[in-house]
């Protein structure tokens, strides 16, 4: 099993509706737990992190992460053409002392207008 | 606040030639640093990682090096450019749980 692992998309919603991304961990990663977003082109962006169980909210994004299920996930409120982009889910490596960033492969989400 | 540098922003090297990229960091002392490559449509891979000054470890045997001459400046370099060097690199540092990358030099080895 990877450390991080993401459907790779690409994940086709409509203007206005909610984007559902899902990342699954192994035991190798601790449970802090990052969404960036990735432009074409440019470089990522840290957009959520997350430490505990539950749900964290930050304008239109929520990030759940489940440590039973061993999984993270990310809704894209109300979807705009300008949340496309490729999401990365990423952990830090238990076995590296927290200093490697384990990342998935990326889900590329498409907001069609 | 803190910022991360990376430059040449663009670079188109001939085969066989030397590379050198910098990344420098302010606002912050004693960050961790890493350089990332992103080949075409793939997935970002860890080349190297530094805790501090001199010290270095490798993810990926290849013909990249890396050094940290100075806390906030991490650069990497090769004597001789294969065309799989190609892609986007990627500058990062961390705070105390979350990493930021740097804008990134898009590399094309030809």
């Known amino acids: 099993q990877k450390e991080v692992e993401q459907n790779s998309g690409p994940l086709s919603v409509p203007e206005g509706a909610i984007a559902s991304l899902n990342c699954t961990y192994s035991?190798?990663?601790?449970?802090?737990f990052f969404w960036y977003r990735q432009y074409s082109g440019k470089s990522p962006e840290l957009i959520m992190s997350?430490?505990?169980?539950g749900d964290k909210e930050d304008g239109r994004f929520t990030a759940q992460l489940n440590k039973a299920s061993q999984y993270v996930s990310l809704l894209i409120r109300d979807s705009q053409p300008s949340d496309s982009a490729t999401y990365l889910c990423?952990?830090?490596?238990?076995?590296?002392?927290?200093?490697?960033?384990?990342f998935g492969g990326g889900t590329r989400v498409l907001v069609k207008p | 606040s803190q910022t991360i540098h990376q430059w040449p922003a663009t670079l188109v090297q001939p085969v066989g030639s030397p590379l050198s990229l910098e990344c420098t960091v302010e606002g912050t002392s004693n960050p961790n640093l890493y350089w990332y490559r992103q080949a075409a449509g793939r997935g970002l891979q860890l080349l190297f990682y530094?805790?501090?000054?001199?010290?270095i470890s490798s993810e990926v045997p290849q013909n990249l090096s890396a050094s940290r001459p100075q806390d906030r400046q991490f650069i990497l370099s090769s004597k001789k450019l294969l065309l799989s060097d190609s892609g986007f690199y990627l500058c990062?540092?961390?705070?105390?749980?979350?990493?930021?990358f740097g804008p990134g030099t898009r590399l094309t080895v030809t």
């Open positions: 997350i430490y505990s169980n």
């Open positions: 990423a952990g830090w490596a238990i076995k590296a002392a927290g200093n490697k960033l384990t």
């Open positions: 530094s805790v501090g000054i001199g010290q």
């Open positions: 990062a540092w961390k705070s105390s749980y979350e990493q930021y």
């Open positions: 035991d190798r990663v601790s449970q802090s």
